[in-house]
């Protein structure tokens, strides 16, 4: 199951932006972060997928989602231009972003690489 992520949230469990200037991921599981809206068509399709691969790598991979209309400083801070867009975190080594609605093979093969 994925968890909806505020400010206070990413600082603590993903990245405190405000006091680390290096990126360092604070998290135990590598981590996709679901940056989307409510009213985005897209964003609504690629949301049972991205539950489907929660459950498929349940104890393996974290799997968040933040609303860019509520959390719009997240999104700004990681170039969110267009929506919906993943950002893919390893456990070491710097995040990557996918953009779009991506088909569930793509996706499950980049979850697969960061695993």
Not at 9 to 17: A, G, N, P, S, T
Not at 19 to 25: L, P, T
Not at 29 to 44: M, S
Not at 71 to 79: D, K, N, Q
Request: proline residues 6%; aromatic residues 10%; glycine residues 6%.
């Amino acid at each position: 199951m994925s968890e909806h992520l505020t400010k206070i949230k990413f600082q603590q469990e993903i990245f405190d932006y405000e006091r680390e200037k290096e990126w360092k991921y604070r998290g135990t599981l590598p981590a996709v972060i679901d940056f989307y809206a409510d009213w985005c068509f897209p964003c609504r399709m690629l949301a049972p997928t991205l539950e489907e691969l929660a459950k498929k790598y349940e104890g393996k991979l974290k799997v968040y989602k933040v609303n860019t209309d509520e959390e719009g400083e997240l999104a700004s801070l990681f170039g969110v231009r267009s929506i919906p867009t993943l950002l893919l975190i390893p456990k070491e080594g710097k995040p990557q972003i996918l953009v779009g609605a991506l088909p569930k093979a793509q996706l499950d093969k980049a979850i697969q690489a960061i695993l």
